[in-house]
């Protein structure tokens, strides 16, 4: 071992210094740290930056995994939306039809509870998913059930025919609903006023249908009001009224089944373009017609039904 030497400030000289037992064993201590420190930090930097090739496929099978549960959630709450749009219509045709509440689905069966999965284990995410897949299940069960239902009652009640259960023009995209029920800017007098009715717009000359078996009740023409207009009697407790009509093709008193042509649309009377008014009156009183077009549209129309009906505009009379 080397000698070591320190230098004598008295004697202006250096003297040797002597190792004892104690400070070998402190020196030896102290690199021994000073090795387990940096084999822990040589460690620490390569597990961070440097993966095996086994933690590389593992870090990849993860990555996976995650993207396609989080597939599976966003099928799960598109199928959960579905479901809610069912249900809502379901419940739209029981009131206005049958006029009697639908059967609600129970709070559990409601109950979704998707958790991310970075938080649960594989065993509670697997038996989460199939609890979530059989509660949609047994959702989706209960409302065929209830649909074949409807559908014998509807077979079992001929009235069904009368009531108005379309939309008046041809109108497969909903684009040509430009003002729906509800308060909105009156075109002249700029103002809120009630519409009581659903503005189709139209070239002049488009066809307009009965949007249920009637009778004729009458066909007036009003130059200040509504123009030419058809009148409805479904003899249910249901009237329809067709307003701002190009021609009308029929006549008082005359009989017409839903989807016969009953007049074109035009923009006679007091209106700002060519357009079809539409009104839906039950035992005398207006009510929204966009709840009596569940024979001609999807789930995901009514839903967008909805939501233009929650927009406020101006209406075109």
Known sequence: MAKKFKFNHETLDFDEVRSTVLGIVRQGVLWMIVGALFLVGYYALFAQFFSTPQEQRLAEV????SDTYQELIEQHEQIQTLVDYLEQRDADIYLHIFEAESPSLSAAEKEQNLTDIEHIDNITLTRQTKNGIDRLDSIISKQTVRLRSLVEQAQGNPSLQFMPASQPVSNNDLRRIAATYGMRIHPF???FKMHSGIDFTAPPGTNVYATGNAVVESVHNSLRGTGLTVTLNHNNGYRTTYA?????N???????????????VGNSGRSTAPHLHYEVHKNNH????????????TPEDYQMLIHIASSKGQSFD
Do not use: E, M
């Open 189 to 191: 007098y700029k103002v």
């Open 250 to 264: 029929v006549s008082q008193g005359a009989r017409v089944k839903r989807g016969d042509v009953i007049g074109l």
């Open 62 to 65: 993860n990555r996976t995994l």
């Open 286 to 297: 207006t009510v929204n017609p966009i709840h009596y077009f569940f024979k001609d549209i």
């Open 244 to 248: 701002h009509l190009l021609k009308a």
